[in-house]
């Protein structure tokens, strides 16, 4: 069970999603996952080992080290990566609820078409309306408070994003005050502020998503609105011709009856 | 034989199991396996290494290493994963051995579409029920004992960031520090959460079946009258 497992489950969402839910999948798995497994855990590799500091006394490194990296960068990018990446998974579980209801009502009907039925209902997809929607949009809305949330611990337990390059450590057992010095800051600092970045354009995307799907349902509701004015169908042009022509056509020959009548 | 290969052959059993169960096994192996092989595995990775002694005494670090942790953490939920996941394999062996005799009966007879048997999914009725039910039971019973193991092991869920040692060879009582204790600790605490969480499906679905059992009984009487 790896990031490979986790793309395969999230590539089956991949087929409801939106073009911007797609994009955002692919920025995931490309510029945060993969940027993580390939060059982020080389660099957080040797974060204790080369961690050093200016004492012999036992222990002062180990203390110190813990005190200033109380959980490192990698893993709360991996429970980031995770957690942002499960909502999407309600949305499969509805999906997948969906065909079950589906299929349970073809086997009800009729049993001679039913294997290529059930193939058919396998690769259908599921416009996002209605039960499915409401899925969808939470599942946007868990993403960006997810994003959100692991944004401001980082924030919250480094002091910004920049790794310094000395910490002055002053916890038992180390005498006094030593220094201790982190092993490569400022690759550790351009590695932090792109995850950033790509979370902060993640975020984007959802929010831009999020206000996508809210103005299709306000746009569909106004169309429906607007509608029962006209035909409640949607009529081709030859058809609402024809329609125009004979409601002439009635509209001459009630005149000619009524002219008929009235002389 | 590796984790992938257990979501396989657990994978087979989700198609017979019910909603709360599906949701069971999603939560094991994305909030469990997943984040132990990518995370916790790295976290543990050189707890021995950096597990520092202030003494110059050999063998000393071995000792207390050993003293304080009997068994890691790491392999702790690893055995905790597999038994909890063992149950489920009741339930693939009782159907495996229901299309078998259906096979059986029906190839010594007329022709049947073999592939539609395999395909079929079998409902949570009967023995199955009772298989399906000891199955979740013994998952339940297996993180109950671990969680319990835990605390006993390492008295509490938390891990120090100090030891004092006094196992010989060590000279009177040595102070030694354990690597990454509250990164350790966080993760301790967030796969117990998770554990809790899969013991409350597993409650959850027990509760459902009996219903579902309970329910069905006076439908039945009714039918019958």
């Given at each position: 069970?790896d990031w490979?497992?986790?793309q395969?489950i999230?590539?089956g969402?991949?087929k ?9 999948l692919t920025?995931m798995?490309?510029f945060r996952?993969?940027?993580?497994v390939?060059?982020a855990e080389e ?7 080369d961690?050093?500091?200016?004492t012999?006394?036992?222990g002062?490194?180990?203390v110190?080290?813990d005190h200033?990296?109380p959980?490192?960068h ?5 429970l980031?990566?995770i957690?942002v990446?499960t909502?999407a ?23 001679t078409?039913?294997y ?15 039960p ?6 939470s599942?946007?809305?868990f ?8 944004m ?6 480094y ?14 057992p180390?005498?006094n005050?030593?220094d201790?010095f982190v092993?490569?800051?400022t690759e550790?600092?351009?590695f932090?502020?792109?995850m950033i970045a ?9 929010v831009?998503e999020?206000c996508?799907?809210?103005m299709?349902?306000f746009?569909k509701?106004s169309r429906r ?5 006209h035909?409640?169908?949607h009529?081709t ?6 329609n ?5 056509m009635?509209g001459s020959?009630q005149?000619?009856v009524l002219?008929?009548?009235n002389? | 034989?590796?984790?992938g ?9 989700n198609?017979h199991?019910?909603?709360?169960g ?12 997943m ?5 916790a ?9 950096d597990?520092v002694?202030?003494t110059l ?8 290493y050993?003293h304080f942790f009997?068994i ?10 597999i038994?909890v996941?063992?149950?489920?394999l009741?339930v693939?062996m009782?159907?495996?051995h229901?299309r ?6 029906l190839?010594?007879?007329h022709k ?5 048997l395999?395909?079929q999914?079998v ?5 199955l029920?009772?298989?399906y039910?000891?199955?979740i039971?013994?998952r339940m ?6 969680m ?12 120090p960031?100090l030891l004092k040692?006094s ?7 040595v102070?030694?520090f ?6 350790k600790?966080m993760?301790t605490i ?10 409350l499906l597993?409650?959850a ?8 059992l309970c329910?069905k009984?006076?439908r039945k ?5």
């Amino acid at each position: 069970m790896d990031w490979g497992t986790l793309q395969t489950i999230l590539g089956g969402v991949n087929k409801h999603s939106t073009s911007i839910g797609k994009i955002w999948l692919t920025i995931m798995f490309i510029f945060r996952v993969m940027i993580l497994v390939v060059a982020a855990e080389e660099v957080w590799g040797d974060e204790q080992n080369d961690f050093v500091c200016n004492t012999l006394q036992p222990g002062c490194k180990n203390v110190c080290y813990d005190h200033f990296f109380p959980i490192s960068h990698i893993r709360l990018w991996a429970l980031q990566l995770i957690f942002v990446s499960t909502p999407a998974l309600l949305v499969a579980m509805h999906v997948a609820y969906r065909r079950h209801e589906n299929k349970k009502q073809l086997r009800k009907g009729g049993q001679t078409c039913e294997y290529k039925d059930i193939e058919e209902i396998k690769l259908q997809r599921f416009p996002i309306q209605g039960p499915l929607w409401w899925t969808y949009t939470s599942s946007i809305f868990f993403r960006m408070i997810f994003e959100s949330l692991f944004m401001y611990a980082f924030y919250f337990m480094y002091d910004g994003f920049q790794m310094p390059r000395l910490v002055k450590c002053n916890v038992w057992p180390c005498p006094n005050t030593v220094d201790c010095f982190v092993s490569r800051p400022t690759e550790k600092t351009v590695f932090t502020i792109f995850m950033i970045a790509v979370s902060a354009i993640c975020i984007l995307l959802n929010v831009a998503e999020f206000c996508y799907l809210l103005m299709k349902v306000f746009l569909k509701k106004s169309r429906r609105a607007a509608s029962p004015r006209h035909h409640p169908n949607h009529e081709t042009k030859e058809e609402s011709k024809q329609n125009e022509m004979n409601e002439l056509m009635s509209g001459s020959c009630q005149n000619t009856v009524l002219g008929l009548q009235n002389s | 034989m590796d984790w992938g290969t257990l979501q396989k052959v657990l994978g087979g059993v989700n198609k017979h199991s019910t909603s709360i169960g599906k949701i069971w096994l999603t939560v094991l192996f994305i909030f469990r396996v997943m984040i132990l092989v990518v995370a916790a595995e790295k976290v543990w990775g050189d707890e021995q290494n950096d597990f520092v002694c202030n003494t110059l005494q050999p063998g000393c670090k071995n000792v207390c290493y050993d003293h304080f942790f009997p068994i890691s953490h790491i392999r702790l939920w690893a055995l905790q994963l597999i038994f909890v996941s063992t149950p489920a394999l009741l339930v693939a062996m009782h159907i495996a051995h229901r299309r078998h005799e259906k096979k059986r009966q029906l190839t010594s007879g007329h022709k049947v579409d073999i592939e539609e048997l395999n395909k079929q999914k079998v409902h949570i009725q009967g023995p199955l029920w009772w298989t399906y039910t000891c199955s979740i039971f013994f998952r339940m019973v297996f993180e109950a004992v671990f969680m319990y193991v835990f605390y006993v092991m390492y008295d509490g869920y938390q891990m120090p960031r100090l030891l004092k040692c006094s196992a010989w060879p060590c000279p009177n009582t040595v102070d030694c520090f354990v690597s990454r204790p509250t990164e350790k600790t966080m993760f301790t605490i967030f796969m117990l959460s998770v554990s809790g969480i899969c013991m409350l499906l597993n409650m959850a679905e027990l509760c459902y079946l009996v219903i579902k059992l309970c329910m069905k009984a006076p439908r039945k009487l009714a039918t019958l009258k």
